[in-house]
């Protein structure tokens, strides 16, 4: 499977950088992870919006879900227009208002899922993990038909836990918020150091420093996490193909 960073910024875009979104392709299927500011423009890059029946979201702070509505409406558009006929599936943890909010809207469905969720969607078998955040957020384990590993943390301070979810996977996108030293357990993030650790602990192929910060110098991200003991490391940018 291939993994398409849409974005990656923290808490807000930069200009050309959305926030949270993965979309995730393997034998002409996708699946799109988090839904956050400038996702919906910027995704339009990899694939046609019609294209896309799936989105799984972590949690419901902005920048992981805020286009939420763009894709609602571009369904309803889309089919009214003819371009489409099949309904746009959000998948995301249990919520009366996110689960109004889409279902209002024509041609969109909502599903709900918890930590003891499991989804087959076209070749990917998707499990989740509940994470230690301000609200409620799960990390995803993404399986696909030939057994190669993408898990995305979404957002989270660290926990052992973590390390069973993510061990032996092949690609392992993870939030970095913060640089080494800094504490995010208030916060419900982790630092470098923490990211580089859960790597090497989980025993991943690849880490992706994700979900960065708009302060300091992002390459003392990349050298806390090796220091750590994450050897393959790279920081995400937006466009960047990943290969599971």
Not at 30 to 44: C, E, M, N, R, T
Not at 145 to 159: E, N
Not at 192 to 207: F, I, N, Q, S
Not at 223 to 234: D, H, I, M, Q, R
């Amino acid at each position: 499977m291939k993994c398409t960073v849409v974005g990656m910024w923290g808490g807000f875009p930069k200009k050309n950088g959305p926030t949270s979104g993965y979309l995730v392709e393997k034998d002409g299927f996708s699946i799109l992870l988090d839904a956050g500011s400038g996702v919906a423009a910027h995704v339009q890059n990899y694939i046609d919006l019609n294209d896309l029946h799936h989105i799984f979201l972590t949690h419901y702070h902005y920048d992981h879900s805020v286009d939420i509505g763009s894709f609602l409406f571009g369904r309803m558009i889309s089919t009214q227009l003819g371009r489409v006929d099949k309904a746009l599936n959000f998948y995301g943890p249990k919520d009366k208002g996110v689960e109004g909010q889409v279902n209002k809207v024509r041609n969109n469905t909502f599903h709900s899922y918890d930590k003891e969720s499991t989804f087959k969607v076209g070749p990917f078998s998707i499990e989740f993990h509940k994470n230690a955040h301000t609200v409620e957020t799960y990390a995803m384990r993404i399986t696909d038909d030939d057994g190669h590993v993408l898990v995305y943390t979404a957002d989270t301070s660290y926990r052992k836990s973590l390390v069973r979810f993510a061990e032996g996977a092949d690609v392992l996108i993870s939030e970095c918020s913060l640089y080494a030293g800094e504490d995010g357990e208030k916060m419900g993030h982790m630092n470098a150091e923490e990211v580089g650790g859960l790597a090497a602990k989980a025993g991943v192929g690849k880490l992706v420093l994700s979900h960065l910060p708009h302060y300091g110098n992002l390459d003392e991200l990349l050298a806390s996490a090796k220091s750590a003991g994450g050897e393959n490391v790279v920081l995400a940018e937006v466009g960047m193909e990943i290969e599971v």
